[in-house]
């Protein structure tokens, strides 16, 4: 079955950086979309970036543009993302998602447990 | 502000049927965009629970179900039961290829 697996979250100051990874197993992974939703403390979900099984196509929220960078290592089945400049509003819960990628259908089909990103001094 | 517009809140008594609206534009669900729903039990990470506007998941029980038309959807949910219990949230894409979410609704059974 599928199953995904964040790390890396936790504790950053204000300005500072932190770089999520989430491991893959269970499905064809360099095949996948696969993408970030963050969630946070008492709120609502909120897309974060994508990128394209081939690694040629990436997106992200205008709320993290310039300052996140998604990526992926097909060779280790792992999905990455690199956050600089951060701030309180990206306190939140980090989920690592696959995606179903058939436009006009695109849907986030699986998601890892999350991993608790706290930004505070 | 989330992009796709739903209740806050719902409820109704076990074995009642309730729905939740989603409402966005043309430039998402108007625009031809899918719309999907996730469950989100207290603690645990979303769930997909309806995906391409009706469809179920293998596992997702048929008292749950979809609906698109225009510029809104609704998920309905017949014969609630206390393990419904849970935050809900509708999803699709935009013209920029921008996944947007509602900003969740939660379901109480009385």
């Known amino acids: 079955q599928v199953r995904l697996e964040e790390s890396g979250g936790g504790l950053v100051k204000p300005g500072g950086s932190l770089r999520l990874s989430c491991v893959a197993s269970?499905?064809?992974?360099?095949?996948?979309?696969m993408g970030w939703v963050r969630q946070p403390p008492g709120k609502g979900l909120q897309w974060v970036s994508y990128?394209?099984?081939?690694?040629?196509?990436?997106k992200n929220a205008d709320s993290v543009k310039g300052r996140f960078t998604i990526s992926r290592d097909d060779s280790k089945f792992a999905l990455h993302l690199e956050m600089n400049d951060l701030t309180a509003e990206d306190t939140a819960i980090y989920y690592c998602?696959?995606?179903?990628?058939?436009?006009?259908?695109?849907?986030?089909?699986?998601w890892g447990q999350g991993i608790l990103v706290t930004v505070s001094s | 502000q989330s992009v796709l517009t739903q209740p806050p809140s719902v409820s109704g008594a076990p074995g009642q049927r309730v729905t939740i609206s989603c409402t966005g534009d043309?430039?998402?669900?108007?625009?031809?965009?899918?719309v999907h729903w996730y469950q989100q039990l207290p603690g645990t990470a979303p769930k997909l629970l309806i995906y391409?506007?009706?469809n179920r998941p293998s596992g997702v029980p048929d008292r749950f179900s979809g609906s698109k038309s225009g510029t809104s959807a609704s998920l309905a949910i017949t014969g609630l039961q206390a393990e419904d219990e849970a935050d809900y949230y509708c999803?699709?894409?935009?013209?920029?290829?921008?996944?947007?979410f509602g900003g969740g609704t939660k379901v109480t059974v009385l």
């Open positions: 998602a696959r995606l179903q990628w058939q436009i006009p259908q695109n849907y986030f089909e699986s």
């Open positions: 269970g499905f064809t992974f360099s095949d996948s979309y």
């Open positions: 990128i394209s099984g081939d690694s040629g196509y990436t």
């Open positions: 043309r430039s998402n669900i108007g625009g031809g965009y899918a």
């Open positions: 391409n506007n009706n």
């Open positions: 999803q699709s894409f935009d013209v920029s290829l921008s996944a947007v």
